[in-house]
């Protein structure tokens, strides 16, 4: 049997309050294998976002440990962090994080320049990534002429710009109608369908948690079944 995906183990983070340190995540296990969709639901300030940016090596937990294909985070370094997140993972973020003075397609080559792609493959691998997200017709346009829901499609046709074997979503409908919110769910289970990524979503819709293979609660600095 192949090893999983993401594997973490006795994973423990805190914050530091003004009345003192908060615990956020509590000797938290997760195995995720290849291509899977799992959902992460709980209520607000349960850890969730904490958990992605450990996961993306955006954070460094207090204790546990965090493996990703195989790779133990806590022996890497900022630039085996940086490199962790150009090519391992890919963020699909609620608020889209696009740069404002780029356009849809330079969003998406900007990502490629940081991963050392040659300049001549950006520009093609750019249009094919917003041909797959419905887009090819928006590729000069700059974030502020697109709708909510085709800047999120920009964002995810970004994170999957280098093939990442992990793909992190935290609540990437959360500012979108119903209509564009189902079209980014579409999109994150042909990701996974068509590139064989795991899909980890953060979410408090029901309906974005019904399309996972696998929901997961996180309460009280652990992850059980939901």
Do not use: W
Not at 27 to 47: T, Y
Not at 144 to 166: D, H, K, M, T, Y
Not at 192 to 217: F, K, N, P
């Amino acid at each position: 049997m192949s090893a999983p995906l993401v594997e973490v183990r006795g994973l423990s983070h805190r914050y530091q309050g003004p009345a003192g340190e908060i615990p956020v995540l509590s000797g938290l296990d997760l195995e995720v294998e290849p291509g899977s969709f799992v959902a992460l639901v709980g209520p607000s300030g349960a850890g969730k976002t904490t958990l992605l940016a450990i996961l993306g090596g955006l954070e460094r937990p207090h204790a546990g440990s965090v493996r990703i294909g195989g790779r133990d985070l806590a022996g890497l370094g900022p630039g085996g962090l940086a490199e962790h997140r150009r090519r391992t993972v890919g963020f699909v973020f609620q608020h889209f994080g696009l740069m404002e003075a780029l356009t849809a397609r330079e969003n998406i080559e900007l990502a490629l320049t940081f991963a050392g792609m040659a300049s001549r493959a950006r520009r093609p691998r750019a249009l094919e990534l917003l041909d797959q997200v419905g887009l090819s017709g928006r590729a000069e346009h700059l974030p502020g002429r697109l709708s909510g829901g085709e800047q999120q499609r920009v964002g995810i046709a970004r994170a999957l710009a280098n093939r990442p074997p992990v793909l992190l979503a935290d609540e990437p409908t959360g500012n979108l109608d119903m209509r564009s919110g189902e079209q980014v769910l579409q999109l994150l289970e042909s990701a996974r369908r068509e590139q064989g990524c795991a899909v980890l979503l953060v979410t408090h819709e029901e309906r974005a948690a019904a399309r996972a293979d696998r929901v997961l609660l996180l309460e009280g600095g652990r992850l059980r079944a939901a």
